[in-house]
């Protein structure tokens, strides 16, 4: 089993950045981990991830602003947001999967909100 512990959300203005962490606890070797986020309405979307090997993918509309990396030796990643737009806005969700993908466990959430 994975537990994952976000840190990091809050409330900001358009244009400034902001940190999120994420710390993973118990079987943690080999895992694949990102982040996503679900704005009120709408469906939960990868914004970036890091896979076991160091490999980055990003969505579309965060290229450029959004930074992901990873500590391996902390089992933790992070994700460096800057430029922050208010459709930023939503709940974003620490994930880590296992490389197969057969097991995927997700954080409790954490707020992020970006006043224009």
């Known amino acids: 089993q994975v537990q994952l512990v976000e840190s990091g959300g809050g409330l900001v203005q358009a244009g400034e950045s902001l940190t999120l962490s994420c710390a993973a606890s118990?079987?943690?070797?080999?895992?694949?981990m990102g982040w996503y986020r679900q704005a009120p309405g709408k469906q939960r979307d990868l914004v970036a991830q890091?896979?076991?090997?160091?490999?980055?993918n990003y969505a579309e509309s965060v290229k450029g602003r959004f930074t992901i990396t990873r500590e391996v030796a902390r089992a933790a990643v992070h994700l460096q947001m800057n430029s922050l737009k208010p459709e930023d806005t939503a709940v974003y969700y620490c994930?880590?999967?296992?490389?197969?993908?057969?097991?995927?466990?997700w954080g409790q959430g954490t707020q992020v909100t970006v006043s224009s």
């Open positions: 994930h880590a999967a296992t490389m197969s993908g057969s097991r995927t466990f």
């Open positions: 890091v896979t076991a090997d160091g490999v980055t």
């Open positions: 118990g079987m943690t070797y080999g895992l694949n």
